[in-house]
């Protein structure tokens, strides 16, 4: 008898414990007004710049190529550390990291990752810790300062004929996710990465994302690579031997271990001629395959 309400005590802490993190996310998808993703004891919501039209070139460039705005959250016992990337406009820039700031948030970072975009696109870096609820309010907040759309999202349209992305995926040794025009591959680093003593995993930012959107016969690119200093001019020396800008190189964090930069780059080719050059660059790298 011992044993069965041994047992049954236990089922239901796992029960508790798994109600009250869905309900701390519940919490922040209500507030935020549309679903996030769950990824172990992380949460992440997105909010794309569908009211954006930014040209880069000739190539109208698609939101989820490198306009989406992004919120993650991992727990910390019953709070949570925040931290995330916000697509902005020049004028936005100012009235959001005021509300920021005035919100307890703390800013991390403010830079370009494109070039020749028209319009001009800023992205602020920030990181909080605290009730997820309420920092889901103060961000909502700091984004209805902006123009970001903050309704319900639309899916994506079906194509007719998608891209075919199988010869990329083979060359970078890895499949990723796709949507429409758009092919998303991802690569975690493989050291332990920290914020002031606590770990920060790759779901948050700290992996190297490679995003493609097809054109015609021929495909853009776009993306960051997380690097350790001694890897940065390695990995620039690799894109640029591959026809790949190096468009900006800088910090998103405040305090983490080891330091960290992040190498934004921009090419557009054959899809199977940039996947070489960014296999080659990846080389130079510690990243997991």
């Given at each position: 008898m011992k044993r069965v309400l041994a047992v049954f005590t236990l089922l239901l802490c796992c029960v508790t414990s798994v109600s009250a993190q869905t309900a701390s996310w519940q919490g922040a998808e209500e507030v935020f007004g549309r679903k996030g993703v769950v990824q172990g004891d992380m949460f992440k919501v997105t909010f794309p710049r569908t009211d954006l039209s930014v040209k880069v070139g000739d190539l109208v460039v698609e939101p989820g190529l490198a306009l989406t705005s992004w919120i993650g959250f991992k727990e910390m016992g019953k709070q949570a550390m925040m931290m995330g990337d916000l697509v902005l406009l020049e004028g936005e820039v100012a009235p959001v990291m005021a509300k920021l700031l005035a919100e307890g948030i703390k800013v991390t970072a403010l830079h370009n990752h494109l070039l020749k975009a028209t319009p001009v696109v800023m992205y602020l870096h920030f990181s909080a810790?605290?009730?997820?609820?309420?920092?889901?309010?103060?961000?909502?907040?700091?984004?209805?300062?902006?123009?970001?759309?903050?309704?319900?999202?639309?899916?994506?349209?079906?194509?007719?004929?998608?891209?075919?992305?199988t010869k990329v995926e083979a060359i970078l040794g890895k499949s990723g996710s796709k949507k429409g025009n758009l092919l998303q591959v991802s690569f975690s680093r493989k050291e332990k990465i920290t914020e002031k003593g606590m770990e920060v995993p790759p779901y948050l930012g700290l992996?190297?994302?490679?995003?493609?959107?097809?054109?015609?016969?021929?495909?853009?690119?776009?993306?960051?690579?997380?690097?350790?200093?001694?890897?940065?001019?390695?990995?620039?020396?690799?894109?640029?031997d591959h026809g790949i800008a190096v468009t900006a190189i800088h910090s998103h964090m405040l305090h983490e271990t080891p330091r960290l930069f992040f190498l934004h780059f921009w090419g557009v080719a054959q899809p199977e001629n940039i996947a070489l050059g960014l296999k080659a660059a990846l080389a130079q790298t510690n990243s997991l395959p």
């Open positions: 810790e605290g009730d997820p609820a309420r920092l889901a309010r103060s961000m909502r907040s700091a984004l209805s300062a902006s123009g970001t759309p903050l309704g319900a999202v639309a899916p994506p349209a079906a194509l007719a004929v998608p891209p075919d992305w992996a190297t994302g490679i995003n493609f959107q097809m054109m015609g016969n021929q495909a853009a690119t776009t993306g960051d690579f997380v690097l350790l200093g001694d890897e940065v001019n390695p990995v620039v020396k690799a894109l640029i």
